[in-house]
Structure formats: C-alpha cells, structure tokens
C-alpha cells in the first residue's frame, strides 16, 4: 500500500502565542480600543437623545 506524505506544517504561527514577536505586544492596545467604544457609544447615544427628552412643544406651530 502506498504511503502518503505527511501534510505540510502550517507556514504561520497565531501572533498571540509569539512571546517575542511585535504584534503579540500590540494585542492588549487592540483590546483596550475594543472596550473604549463601548463608553463612546452610549455617550453618543446619550448626546443624541438629550434633545428629544428635554424638546418641548413648538412655539409657532400652526396645528
């Protein structure tokens, strides 16, 4: 029976489990920015909807 040759090894290691490597280093900014959006968000939801909640009726509204 004939044998087949092994697979290749892969040719790229995960960033992550590169001690020693420059994007390894670079992973918890990634993730810090990840979370700060989180805060930007509602901020910007609440900026947004400031106006509806504090609006009033419209002073010269022909209705």
Do not use: N
């Amino acid at each position: 029976m004939p044998q087949r040759p092994a697979p290749p090894a892969p040719s790229r290691e995960d960033p992550a489990d590169v001690p020693s490597g420059g994007f390894a280093q670079a992973i918890p900014v990634l993730r810090t920015g990840y979370a700060g959006r989180g805060p930007v968000y509602l901020l910007v939801a609440g900026v947004s909807l400031r106006p509806i909640r504090h609006s009033g009726e419209a002073a010269c509204s022909a209705s």
